[in-house]
């Protein structure tokens, strides 16, 4: 007997939860309507970062690592869907792995990113790597999962809570990891991914005051504009590769803080 | 006993028998109508017209067992001067504080346009002897307080004993001399839509200039049926006697958009005349920092962050 196949609309991932745009616009790419994200649609995933950070940010290096990896496990599940959104299997394939490099990096980015420093004085003088709070991500068009992935997983495993704008021409790995990511235990929030049109969604997110990093790596050529977004209220903004994997991403989104305590008390 | 201000026709107070002539409510129409009111669509001119209407109604409020002389006057000089670093923006109405900050208050805000309002009657229980209450009322007017936010003896009042409620508001008023007297009705102890429609017209017809929802210290608060049948109840006693009391929703009003829906819903069911400090006020304190963000938003065309605004 034949049956109508029960067709996937392609929405934003706020908060947890799976919302269309508040505008009602979507838009079409790669042959499907995908959700078409508003301004009002970043100012709610930015609170929902924000609600977010808190909890995510304090949780143990230890246990954050241990969502990433399960991330990856929910990843390696879907091998066969995310195929069809990306270049296939093999991109899939560096793509699960990516994310379990850097869930192994969760407990280790203090030890070597972080320092104890030789001062002139009976004092201790620690450096402690911390999260930079809640930074917005300009995903690389390319390649969809990989790129995606690349600057997902190195902003979250220090802590940060993020914003994705997700390749506008690709989004549908994005989407599909967000199906991904509400089954991880990544606690709704942690990452957000809207879908929608760059040129409209990337000015907003620079300028919003409650952003405290720009990933601008999926801007197409001239960034001037945004930066200078980002500069009214100092942002961190960082320009990375699509395919880049090294600590030094990580650090991107920390902030170093130096304490002193006073030797023999 | 002193005498009341002219009652509303068919609302004889504090006749008891009579009460049930007041009328019910209708629990599922007036929390569809307040639904549909909070949803109508705020075009941004008329936003900012609001916001900036809601900064000049505040009550900028504090009442903690924690305050202390020095938070009384950093929320007197933001009262003054809501954001530093715009002077466009508007005093608020009034500061609310507990009666022993009242001096501090009025000390703060000497010299500006902002009230001092001070919460008495044993608030927030409203259970203790008359006397005392009458003492505290006396003592808050005689330090400057130009407002005085009673509640009503809920206690009484369920148990049916509305001539000691409506005496007791008398007497207060009668103790506030000119300072302007809010009856705050604690609506989420009241139990009923009902109830919460008595209790309005029992206070207005006691003397209350203004009737307030709540003391903030119930979860359960200003919510928006409990506001529009309040609002109800005072355009009935308008309609009936041409006396405009004024309408005071406190308690978990925390963002901007709900206090524009209030007001939405003011003018939609008393009409424009309301929307004045005269006659309408918000109890709130989180309040004012969310308005200032969006103002400074539509400023700006930026989204805001509340690291940059004071931490009250």
């Known amino acids: 007997m034949s049956r109508l196949p029960v067709r996937k609309t392609y929405k934003l991932f706020i908060g947890g939860e799976f919302p269309r745009s508040e505008s009602g616009r979507t838009y079409e790419a790669e042959g499907q309507n995908v959700a078409r994200a508003s301004r009002k649609d970043v100012r709610d995933a930015v609170r929902a970062a924000r609600g977010a950070f808190g909890k995510w940010s304090g949780m143990t290096a230890y246990n954050r690592g241990q969502v990433l990896y399960r991330i990856a496990e929910m990843m390696e599940a879907r091998r066969a869907e995310f195929a069809n959104f990306c270049s296939g299997p093999k991109e899939v394939e560096r793509s699960i792995d990516r994310v379990v490099w850097y869930a192994g990096w969760a407990d280790k980015l203090a030890q070597v990113l972080g320092s104890s420093n030789p001062v002139a004085g009976p004092y201790f003088n620690f450096t402690v790597p911390e999260p930079t709070g809640v930074v917005g991500i300009l995903a690389p068009p390319e390649p969809a999962l990989l790129g995606l992935v690349s600057r997902v997983a190195p902003a979250i495993v220090g802590g940060n809570s993020v914003v994705v704008v997700a390749s506008e021409p690709h989004p549908l790995a994005a989407v599909e990891l967000a199906e991904v990511l509400a089954t991880a235990d990544v606690p709704g929030g942690v990452v957000n991914i809207l879908t929608g049109r760059l040129e409209e969604l990337a000015p907003v997110l620079a300028g919003h005051m409650d952003v405290n990093a720009l990933d601008v790596s999926g801007a197409d050529g001239e960034v001037a504009e945004l930066e200078r977004l980002a500069a009214e209220n100092v942002k961190r903004v960082v320009r990375g590769d699509a395919d880049d994997q090294s600590p030094w991403e990580i650090a991107g989104f920390l902030e170093l803080k130096t304490v002193w305590h006073p030797i023999g008390v | 006993m002193a ?309 009250d």
């Open chain 2, 3 to 311: 005498q009341a201000p002219a009652l509303p026709t068919g609302f004889e107070l504090p006749l008891e028998p009579r009460l049930p002539r007041i009328g019910s409510i209708d629990q599922v129409a007036i929390e569809e109508r307040a639904g549909t009111l909070a949803k109508r669509s705020i075009k941004r001119e008329s936003k900012v017209f609001a916001l900036e209407l809601a900064v000049r109604m505040t009550d900028l409020t504090t009442l903690e067992g924690a305050d202390t002389p020095g938070k009384v006057a950093a929320l007197a000089s933001k009262a003054v001067r809501p954001d530093p670093s715009d002077p466009g923006i508007p005093s608020v109405a009034a500061v609310c504080v507990y009666p022993n900050l009242v001096p501090t208050a009025v000390e703060r805000v000497r010299g500006s346009d902002v009230k001092v309002a001070s919460v008495a009657t044993a608030f927030p229980s409203g259970q203790s002897p008359l006397e005392a209450k009458l003492d505290e009322v006396r003592w808050v007017v005689e330090h400057g307080a130009d407002e005085v936010d009673m509640v009503i003896d809920r206690g009484a009042f369920l148990a049916g004993r509305y001539a000691k409620v409506y005496d007791e508001i008398v007497r207060v008023k009668e103790a506030c001399g000119d300072a302007h007297l809010k009856v705050i009705l604690e609506t989420g102890e009241l139990g009923t839509y009902d109830n919460v429609r008595r209790a309005s017209l029992l206070a207005m017809a006691a003397g209350g200039d203004f009737i307030k929802t709540s003391t903030g210290k119930l979860p359960s608060a200003a919510t928006l049926p409990v506001a529009l049948v309040m609002l109800e109840a005072i355009r009935d006693v308008y309609e009936e006697t041409g006396r405009r009391v004024g309408f005071k929703p406190a308690g978990g009003i925390r963002n901007a958009k709900q206090a524009v829906q209030h007001l939405v819903l003011v003018h939609e069911t008393v009409g424009v005349d309301w929307l004045t400090p005269d006659l309408y006020r918000f109890g709130a304190s989180s309040l004012l920092n969310d308005i200032l963000m969006q103002l400074r938003k539509e400023k700006t065309g930026r989204y805001q962050s509340p690291d940059y605004f004071t931490i």
